[in-house]
């Protein structure tokens, strides 16, 4: 024990935060809590050294004959107690990542469609079907007739037919009407078409269950087939129905970062996932009566920012500010200046309540999935949300009265434009008359954009935070690839200030002149990381605006997750996999090297018709990947000659330059 203290007392007086993340505003608010002796999760990552067994993926806790424990340097020497070897203890473990992260996103899908059948049903009427554009359009796509029909009508058949995502035993989702032809046919060949979400978590469940399925191939199969019931299942159903609901985003200028709060003001921080809750606290927050009570405190009035993805749904949709990603959540709370904290479903560290006590902010609960021990729980119940969220700006009113802390706060803010729907990524490539994707094709065609890369996840304390988002999208970018964001990585390049047109600059030559020719960031911010749905959509409509292949496989098109920490994230890169993209994982990846499980997801997968899995630490050497399977891609397409020439002739860039 005493051993322990002093190793802990030299780790603190070593940590430099610097090396631990280059957001400027977090660190100031780390030394601060340094200052305070407030630790965070940056100081117990340090502190905590990541258990090698675990991060390799090589031990298995699925019975009481175990824990078994085998040896990642030599994976093929030891077999668990039963019998399961390496290969089969690594693809359970993978296996139940991905039924939590599929299940997460579905059930968010699911709660999300609760509340719009309710709507429909007149049974709930504090939110209302706000796109009925989106609707039709939605409706359409799966083949609900929409002619002459009322809204009401067709919104109860898009519910019906949206219910057998979850619960159809047999068949196929609804969406899977979307994805092209030819990659819907492979999913067909290998028999990993979801059938619905809840029966796809539970096989995954009961496979990886002791004793049953003991072929790492088979169990892959059904960790794709659970993957892309969230993809093209839950998460999509919760895009669009959150489009549906609270309305498609469009281009938005707004604010990032921790100087967002504002020391004279109420403020409220929403932190989480479903824009239900965040919808009811702008309604409450512009109630003037809550306005006027906060002016009677002595506030100038009542400021509510996002953070993580609830508050990146909402940069795009309502152009709320945003103070800041996963990593800073424990950070923003030491400013003083939060006077609540409201939170609903995943992604919250337990840690902030303990940081809350520190400073007097409380941080309140909103949903019965999420409760936690010292924290507040002021249940959301969708016919009456304002009874909640009322509730907490009442309370926060009250702790901006009683502030005990001294306030600091970072005064960083940086500007960029959020909010590319797929819907505004039509528009805004073909105009109001021909909205399209065939000029982003003829672009990527001609060489001028050399690829499409999806940059998307977490932050990790185990890597220093926004570093390896940033750079790898700098290098990207650089090299003629356009970026598309979702979740805490949109916000990590949002304050790194690439989210705006003027970053066009730092792009190469072919994407530079694109942008500047539409007017569109170089990267564009797609929403939270349940909108990772958007990407698969515009990947869709790209296969389909035609000239650059049959199946998502064929196209010229990457994904990264380069500071990975959560589940969801795994079941996301496996249906991007699946659905044919090579996606590299950065910070870690729970595996051992040269195993049979490995060369599966590493290679494979893409014998077979799908995409791959990548891995790499450094951000340069992450772009390296994902160029090189771009380029491969254009060579197979056979439009590589085209790129040459748009990068090699002079006369071009001259004229280009002197536009
Ligand atoms: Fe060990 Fe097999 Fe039990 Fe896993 S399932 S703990 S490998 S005995
Ligand atoms: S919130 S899953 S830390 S992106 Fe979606 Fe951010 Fe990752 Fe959570």
């Known amino acids: 024990m005493a051993e322990e203290k002093i190793i802990s007392k030299k780790k603190e007086k070593e940590i430099n935060y610097r090396d631990l993340t280059t957001c400027d505003a977090t660190i100031q608010m780390l030394e601060k809590a340094k200052r305070d002796g407030v630790e965070t999760a940056f100081d117990r990552a340090v502190n905590m050294k990541a258990c090698p067994i675990g991060a390799d993926s090589a031990c298995c806790k699925h019975c009481a004959m175990g824990p078994c424990r085998l040896n990642a340097k030599d994976p093929y020497g030891k077999v668990g107690v039963c019998g399961a070897t390496i290969d089969t203890i690594m693809a359970r473990n993978f296996a139940r990542m991905v039924a939590a992260g599929s299940a997460a996103h579905t059930d968010h899908g699911m709660a999300m469609l609760d509340v719009f059948r309710e709507v429909v049903q007149g049974h709930i009427t ?13 409706a359409r796509s ?66 990886s269950h002791m004793g049953v399925d003991q072929d790492y191939n ?12 969230d993809g093209w299942g839950g998460s999509m159903v919760a895009t669009e129905i959150s489009d549906i609901l609270f309305g498609t985003p469009v281009p938005t200028v707004a604010e990032v970062n921790m100087g967002v709060l504002k020391e004279n003001m109420v403020n409220i921080i929403v932190h989480g996932h479903e824009p239900n809750l965040f919808e009811s606290m702008l309604s409450s927050v512009n109630e003037p009566t809550l306005i006027e009570a906060s002016k009677q405190a002595g506030a100038k009035g009542i400021n509510v920012v996002g953070m993580c993805c609830s508050g990146a749904e909402m940069l795009g949709r309502h152009g709320i500010p945003h103070a800041g990603n996963f990593m800073s959540t424990e950070a923003i709370i030491v400013t003083g200046a939060v006077d609540a904290m409201c939170v609903d479903v995943q992604c919250i560290k337990q840690g902030l ?9 409380p941080i309140y609960t909103t949903n019965p999935r999420c409760k936690i021990e010292g924290a507040t729980h002021i249940e959301l119940h969708e016919n009456d949300p304002r009874a909640c969220t009322d509730e907490v700006v009442i309370k926060a009113i009250s702790r901006f009265k009683n502030r005990t802390h001294p306030v600091e706060i970072p005064n960083i803010t940086n500007v960029g434009i959020h909010g590319f729907s797929h819907e505004y990524i039509n528009y805004m490539l073909g105009g109001t008359f021909r909205a399209s994707y065939t000029p982003l094709n003829d672009n ?23 570093y390896v988002h940033v750079e790898l999208v700098k290098e990207l970018i650089r090299n003629d690839v356009l970026v598309l964001q979702t979740g805490c990585s949109q916000i990590s390049l949002a304050k790194a200030g690439l989210l705006t047109p003027e970053a066009a600059h730092l792009a190469g030559p072919g994407l530079s002149e694109v942008c500047e020719t539409v007017g569109m960031p170089p990267v564009l911010g797609c929403g939270s990381c349940v909108d990772n749905s958007r990407i698969l959509i515009a990947a869709s409509a790209m296969v389909r605006a ?35 993209v090579f996606t590299v994982f950065g910070a870690t990846f729970p595996i051992v090297q040269d195993t049979k499980f490995h060369k599966l997801l590493f290679e494979g997968l893409e014998q077979q018709g799908f995409g791959k899995w990548g891995f790499a630490v450094d951000p340069y050497e992450m772009a390296k990947m994902m160029i090189a399977h771009i ?29």
């Open 126 to 138: 504090d939110y209302k079907i706000k796109d009925v554009m989106k609707l039709e359009e939605v």
């Open 142 to 207: 799966i083949g609900i007739e929409t002619e002459d029909r009322s809204t009401e009508d067709i919104a109860m058949d898009l519910y019906k037919e949206l219910e057998r995502t979850y619960t159809q035993v047999d068949g196929e989702i609804p969406f899977a009407m979307r994805v092209p032809e030819k990659t819907l046919e492979t999913w067909r060949k290998s028999g990993i078409v979801p059938r619905g979400a809840m029966r796809e978590i539970m096989e995954l469940m009961h496979r």
């Open 218 to 229: 088979n169990i892959t199969k059904q960790c794709s087939r659970t993957a892309l019931a």
């Open 353 to 361: 309540v303990k940081v809350g006590e520190c400073y007097n902010t």
């Open 444 to 466: 990527i065609i001609n060489g001028r954009i050399r690829g499409v890369a999806g940059v998307v996840g977490c932050t990790n304390p185990r890597v220093k935070q926004d």
């Open 546 to 580: 035609g000239g650059l292949g049959n199946s998502i496989a064929d196209l010229p098109a990457v994904g990264a997750a380069p500071e990975w920490m959560s589940e969801k994230a795994i079941c996301i890169g496996q249906y991007f996999v699946a659905s044919g």
């Open 631 to 659: 380029d491969k891609k254009r060579k197979a397409l056979g439009i590589d000659k085209a790129r040459e020439r748009v990068l090699l002739d002079m006369s071009d860039r001259r004229q280009m330059e002197a536009g």
